[in-house]
């Protein structure tokens, strides 16, 4: 590969094409991401050497099938996640039968992005767990008021789970507005932990207007929040790198749209979307449906995306994969099997249904996932 | 429809289901949208009568088919954008066979998102054409100087273009940097108006950074830019909200990774897409692969598209639709046939390439434009 392609990225495209046209179709992808003109337009030597993307292989895998990789040039990209985004899938979405499969970004690149703040042993040392599966509960459903949603934080916190994160559709809607629900929800789990000793870390979901999300995330830090949720492909894929910068918090990524690029001959694949675009763009912890749960994902999606969380990815850390999406206790094992210990669990309805003493039922499922160790 | 959802929207679903399960699946996407709890944590009255989506109506439309309508509170969105598009399409993005066909928003939730500051009236009162099709250049490809960009956007102002856009991957590039790119640009284009008598608005692309946005919106029209191109999809859909409000300029949408959600049975479909979600979240030119391009946009769903943008909307304004992608001059008339004179044509390589002065060409094609007239 050449020197000035080197500090770039290759993206691993799988690609529907008959064996006489995948060429074309390749060097069609290549064109699209990068200088989106007819041939003439890009033959200046500067830009064909240097901008536009390079085809750097192409091999069959199926009958009309093909996996194609591309290379863009580091300069294209520049220093913004919104570019990389762009370049990795933005025009070639509107096509069809592209499928990217892998994200292979170069040191070079990598180190542009800051990715997640923490990383798993970051997290471990920042909550103080060592080494069993984190234990996430959520403060639900929409609806609920400030007080409600209060009560149910000190529960949760009081069982000792290490964060509690919204729902990701409790914004600041009139039941519960944003900045008197996250000031109560905030000094309620800081007033558990004080009387527990525990160190419980309150997550509010911040995605909300585009102009008031840093401040959003900057005021729940304020009054004590210990992290953040944040919906990227809702919020916009940047938020998470500018929340994580402006205030230092833990950053959890929610899976809201995400479904939409999972078709399974077009879109992303799950360990690009979930894994490697989720770091790169700054996830602490990645919330995807679980397999066995209420979404279609499998164990081997799961497989993947649990791979892809914590390659080895230049100086990027890792990031813990957060499975969910109607997970019970009774599966931890199964679980564990795929993920391992670094894995955070997210509880949702299932904490507040196994009896009516929410602090009791964290705190059993706390020590289930203490009994790991 | 009870009162208490009189307020909100009703999103129209195709789902694939069978018939004896379709009445439970449509009860799931109801409360996956809203309060993601199992049966026993809505139970409260106030939450499962206010708050849970609720299912008015399910009609078969094929053999395992089904099209499910879902009425949403107002109460629910609040007053974000974020979570308008999260409560249509979030979660059950990640299940399968579920497709949004209609957003079907009431006068009360219209009435909290402007829409386009401008409209189709507004931008034609606004550029001076009363009822042309408006012809729109790009200054291209990625990785030009900024001195030949901005020579480029000297020719096709010169020959009187409606809007002169970005390519949405000229970002801030070390080739052109942001600021120094978007003020020569903007002089270059401000400079051949005071020449020529036009009013060639230049629209430089915004997207980046979350914690730069508006302020580049902001310094875009301090130099001069008479609107800007955002990708909504990979800035953050609320962007455009932001930056109208900031700048009061016209907004172009550009499509980047909006292929993810055109799957034909999951995702949304094109006129709720490109239409009814572009105009809520406020483009005033709305950018998408026309039919016969280089994307596998059929005429249908240009038709639709077209409808989505111009139907009554309550007191939100119409857009205009921006077919693109491969598009020539040669192919007007099939065109109008589809948009009709409210339309305003992307020309991309074609102004390029039709001979060496960029100016005469880009009057040659405001010329075929003007002759609709």
Known sequence: MPASFGDGLDVIYLVKSTKDQIEAVAHDIAVEQTVEVTAPLYSDPFISTNVVGRVVDISQVDEDLFQVTISYAGAVIGLEITQLISVIFGNVSLKKGIRVKEILPSATLADRFAGPKFGIAGLRSHIGVPDRPLVIGAIKPLGRTVDELAQFACGLAGGGLDLIKDDHGITDQAFAPYRERVAACAKAVAQTNSETGFNTLYCPTVTGPADQMVDRAQFAKDVGAGGV???????????????????????????????????????????????????ITGADLVVFPGFGGRFPLTREHCREIN????????????AFPVPAGGLTLERVGEIRSVFGNDVAFLIGSAVYERSPDLAANAAYFRGLAAAWE
């Open 229 to 279: 949720l944040i919906s990227p492909l809702v919020a916009g894929w940047d938020f998470m790198r500018a929340i994580s910068k402006q205030t230092g918090l833990p950053i959890i990524a929610h899976p809201a749209l995400a479904g939409a690029y999972l078709a399974p001959d077009h879109g992303i694949s799950h360990g690009a979307l979930f894994g490697t675009l989720m770091r």
């Open 307 to 318: 791979v892809a969380l914590k390659c080895k990815l230049h100086q990027i850390r890792d």
